[in-house]
């Protein structure tokens, strides 16, 4: 097929995306919010919702072959070419992911319809009545929307489609989790208590919190009693093929997934001798796990939770004006950021959502807490640079700037998991190479958080595909990975609580495929970087291929690096 002529400033790839986001937020009014527009409607998670969805994907691809025919190669524009590459990749792997019946299975801890149906609310602006006689409206319509879900999970087990039974027990505990929020009136009650408005409008909020959360309770109750039981004999694993569409998605990319197992091991290693030098450092003659003991009882431990949100803060107020103008260029709307305590019932690891638009709602980190009061800030710092400056905020937070400039799919809905959660990571590096983990503490907690990333990519690859063990491995040596190995190894390789690790493996479980981008998007950004060094020799300045590197959008695996090592 012959693609339509383009010229270097073209940029009508750029507003095709354009307008298959415009008609993504009329299909998902969840998009809409997210990309800070006003919006009382709820996202349809029937099967029909689905369909509506594949519809409008393919229409965008069949456009985008028009104006690209086989090829983008002969794009002369590089923002339109790399947008080309971006969209037909996001449209195709998302569709990969539909034809293989994800949504009629999709239970889970975190990145699910229920998940997303929750957090909504929190994205939403609050300081008005009018505000909030949105949120009323889109409250009143969770039943419904609830009632949608169970529809297509009724559907999948029809087709003989289940989630695995690990998974449903984990949803259902965070629904009941929900339901406790609020002293027992629910999180919907919870998040509206504290509402100054009418009578009238608090008697609007009380009756749809109400029947929101009874809907998710009723939800419950069937999951329990009625969908389990069928779903008895699901594995927790999803096997070589629903596995390879998962790569696809999160990481854009074909990995060669034998060789991301081998590589991961060799970075497991490398990082367990780094680890055993730092424990040294930290109590002399310590082994890990007597310098995590350590540092948990006498290094620095904040108490209580709102005290740990201002302290996370501060670290993040601090961090943007010592990184900005001397490593990055920010502007002033991405100055501002808010650290905020996760509502009750998320899974247990930290996580950002990105600021609207036009930035009338800030980036935010969030910190789930699970009834904890103490919180050891050696595990924390790393984490913060990850969730906020240089990491995650920085670049969406910029990215966000250059909407205009790219569209608002490479920068906003066509974001590629990997990439952001490899450059996130790489940001936690970068300020080890900084030198922001001077204290022989917080470094250890640098080393444990990159050792975590590298036991996902050991566990995730090797419970979904049964893959062996090695026999040097501290558990398992010889047999195949499944679930209870998985929490072995994390439990030895990255000391936490149980209760973290049993989430971080659910989520493993539950999400395939997704929890691999943070050290193989790493280990891409890093190659890129090299590469650029390489090419450019005593040239090279690093923050202008860092705010160069930002500049392009959102991109898979696949292209990454080479774009990278353009620059």
Known sequence: MAAMPQTPHSRV????ADAHVDALTEIDPFQATWLGLRDDRMRDLSPAGQEAMDARLHQTLAELDKLTGDSTDDIADADERRCAQLLRDRLTSELAV??????????????????SLR????????????????IARRMAKVPDAVAGYRATLTEGAR??????????????????????????RGWFADLASGAEVSAALRGDLD?????????????????????????EGTPDGVGAERYAVQVRWFSGADLDLAEAYEWAWSEYRRLAAEEREQADRVLPGATMAEAVDHLDAHGDVVAGVERI???????IDRTLVELDGTHFDMTDQMRRVECRIAPPGSAAAPYYTRPSRDFSRPGRTWLP???RTEFPMWRLLTTWYH???????????????????????????????????????????LMDELGYFSDPGTRLGFLDAQMRRAIRVIIDIGMHLGLPIPADSPVGAGERWNHELGLAMLRHGSPRDDGFVTSEVVRYLGVPAQAIGYKLGERAWLAGRAAAQQARGAAFDLKAWHMAALSLGSLGLDDLTGELARL
Not at 98 to 115: D, K, T
Not at 170 to 182: E, H, L
């Open 309 to 315: 949100r201002e302290r996370l803060q501060d670290v």
């Open 159 to 184: 087709r003989g489609m289940f989630a695995a039974p690990l998974q449903v027990n984990t949803q259902t505990d965070q629904i009941a989790a929900w339901a406790a929020a609020g002293d027992g």
């Open 387 to 429: 969730e906020s400056v240089p990491g995650h905020h920085l670049q969406l937070g910029y990215w966000t700037t250059r909407a205009d400039k790219l569209s608002v799919f490479q920068t906003n809905i066509g974001s590629v998991s990997a990439m952001s959660e490899g450059w996130a990571l790489y940001a936690e590096r």
């Open 119 to 134: 957090g909504v609310f929190s994205m939403m602006p609050t300081a008005t009545e009018d505000d909030w006689g949105l």
């Open 98 to 115: 539909s034809e293989s019946g994800e949504h009629f299975r999709a239970v889970r801890n975190i990145l699910g319809p229920l998940q």
């Open 369 to 371: 807490v699970d009834g």
């Open 207 to 231: 009756t749809a919190a109400a029947a929101a959360i009874e809907a998710f309770t009723d939800l419950s109750t069937w999951l329990r009693t009625d969908y389990l039981p069928r779903a």
């Open 13 to 16: 790839i750029r507003d095709l």
